[in-house]
């Protein structure tokens, strides 16, 4: 996705592993709700 690239290359590392654990529970919670 472009747009998180973007985002990436303004974030610090700590930032991007925060962001990639949310998403990966976001994605977790989604698919345990279907």
């Known amino acids: 996705m ?3 690239d ?3 290359r303004r ?3 700590d930032q ?3 962001a990639k ?3 990966k529970a976001l994605k977790e919670a ?3 709700a279907n």
Do not use: D, F, R
């Open 2 to 4: 472009v747009y998180l």
């Open 6 to 8: 973007v985002m990436a």
């Open 11 to 13: 974030m610090t590392p």
């Open 16 to 18: 991007i592993a925060e």
């Open 21 to 23: 654990e949310m998403a």
């Open 30 to 32: 989604t698919s345990t």
